[in-house]
């Protein structure tokens, strides 16, 4: 990292690169929610098994210390999706057991708190992509069914729809 961005706090360029959702494996948009703890607690139900959630925010050195022990071993480098201030990221495996720890941690904060951007990936696809999250939709690729979306929104009180390429 350059001295300039040690300065000033800023994600470095090489830092921005990584796997990301494209445009074109787009296939469904969920609406926010505000309720992470749920989001988080019905995600393995909803991605495939090894799939591997990022989240990217800024947490203080407890919160942080908190979540190392449940960290992934193998990851995938994802896009960093916030510039300024340069934020922590964090890569979990999408297993109930985490899932649950992380969705109780969650509520001892407010999400927007601790996560400014959240995927999910497996190998090096994005299967999930939740920019500016309780802001902005998500939007989830093309290999994850109708059904298992739709029961994963049911669990999680939001709407979801099939995006066509107009859309985007």
């Avoid at 995600?43 to 942080?64: C, K, N, R, T, V």
């Avoid at 992509?129 to 979306?149: C, Q």
């Avoid at 739709?150 to 985007?168: E, H, I, T, Y």
């Amino acid at each position: 990292m350059s001295w300039l961005a040690k300065v000033l706090k800023y994600t470095p360029a090489k830092d921005r690169e990584g796997i990301a959702l494209q445009p074109e494996d787009i296939m469904w948009e969920v609406s926010p929610t505000r309720n992470l703890s749920i989001f988080l607690r019905c995600l393995p139900d909803l991605m495939p098994a090894q799939s591997i959630l990022y989240l990217e925010g800024h947490l203080d050195e407890a919160q942080a210390n908190l979540l190392e022990p449940y960290q992934a071993t193998r990851i995938t480098k994802v896009a960093v999706g916030t510039i300024w201030p340069r934020p922590r990221w964090y890569h979990f495996p999408i297993t109930p057991e985490i899932m649950d720890r992380l969705g109780a941690f969650a509520e001892t904060a407010d999400g927007p708190e601790i996560v400014n951007h959240l995927h999910a990936y497996k190998d090096q696809s994005v299967l999930l992509a939740w920019n500016d999250a309780f802001d902005l939709p998500a939007f989830i690729a093309r290999g994850i069914s109708e059904e298992k979306v739709r029961n994963f929104c049911a669990k999680v009180g939001v709407q979801f729809k099939r995006v066509s390429d107009k859309d985007l």
